[in-house]
């Protein structure tokens, strides 16, 4: 008879996990009987335990799905990042990790030379939001420039940055690899100003502020840039050398390792 009860329920769990688009329900809801039964839990742990199966798998397929549809170039964790090689940034990354940056709508600039970890820390940020529930978008400063500059051409600029106002995080990576036009550069500026004290933004750069102006073709147009990006900002600067060259026995890049051995 019980039996008899139980493949009924069994049936109606199919429809029902169904109905409810919770497929997982209906696998969990019948491993766990089992261990319900063995070790005697009651209706409200057995219920418990199977909807935080089901939560837990929505969190993180919509984790997955958000970290997918970012755009990042790798996959990079804090968990990864070697702190041994930027003794000095660990508390600060530490604090950034929380993603608690992003609620006050906090900006994070990495700064240091080439190879330091600025992008890997980027995107390390960017997937510690996305598992936090945030929308994140992750492009190179150029790449940003010409979506800007499509958008503009089209006529939609404005409904373009209030639809990146709906992510809660978006990473410009490599400030100042190339200088842009002054269309670019005013395009990027719009972007930042739309961001301001609304929503987060992380910047990489391999130059010092000071010589962002070279960058943006215009200093007035760079100064107050700065100001927007570092009034609500913390600033992470990385040091030393490369740590893709690391343990390989040379303290200068290839390039210049060829010019000083033409004068031996
Ligand atoms: P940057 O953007 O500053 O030029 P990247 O973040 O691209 O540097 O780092 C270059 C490579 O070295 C990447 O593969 C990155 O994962 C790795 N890397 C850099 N710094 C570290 C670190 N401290 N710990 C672990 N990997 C690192
Ligand atoms: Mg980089």
Do not use: C
């Amino acid at each position: 008879m019980a039996a008899a009860r139980t493949v009924d329920a069994v049936k109606q769990l199919h429809y029902l996990s169904g109905a409810l688009k919770a497929p997982r329900v209906i696998e969990s809801a019948q491993r766990l009987a089992d261990q319900a039964r063995d070790a005697a839990w009651s209706f409200e742990e057995y219920l418990a335990a199977v909807l935080e199966r089901e939560v837990s798998a929505r969190d993180a397929s919509g984790a997955e799905l958000r970290i997918r549809a970012a755009g990042f170039p790798a996959r990079k964790t804090l968990e990864e990042f070697d702190f041994d090689a930027q003794p000095a940034a660990k508390n600060q990354i530490a604090a950034l990790a929380s993603t608690a940056f992003l609620a006050e709508a906090r900006n994070v600039v990495l700064l240091g030379p080439p190879g330091t970890g600025k992008t890997h820390l980027a995107i390390a940020l960017g997937i510690a939001a996305a598992r936090h529930a945030q929308r994140v978008l992750f492009a190179t400063a150029v790449d940003w420039t010409t979506r800007l500059t499509s958008a503009h051409q089209a006529g939609r600029l404005a409904a373009e940055l209030a639809k990146l106002r709906r992510y809660q995080l978006l990473i410009i990576d490599e400030v100042g690899y190339l200088p842009f036009e002054q269309d670019a550069a005013n395009l990027f500026f719009q972007l930042v100003s739309s961001r301001y004290e609304h929503a987060s933004l992380i910047l990489t750069s391999n130059l010092a502020f000071s010589n962002w102006g070279a960058v943006f073709g215009d200093q007035a147009v760079a100064a107050a840039m700065i100001d927007r990006i570092v009034h609500h900002a913390d600033v992470v600067t990385l040091k030393g050398a490369s740590y893709r060259l690391r343990n390989r026995g040379i303290e200068t890049l290839p390039s210049m390792l060829a010019t000083t051995n033409e004068h031996n």
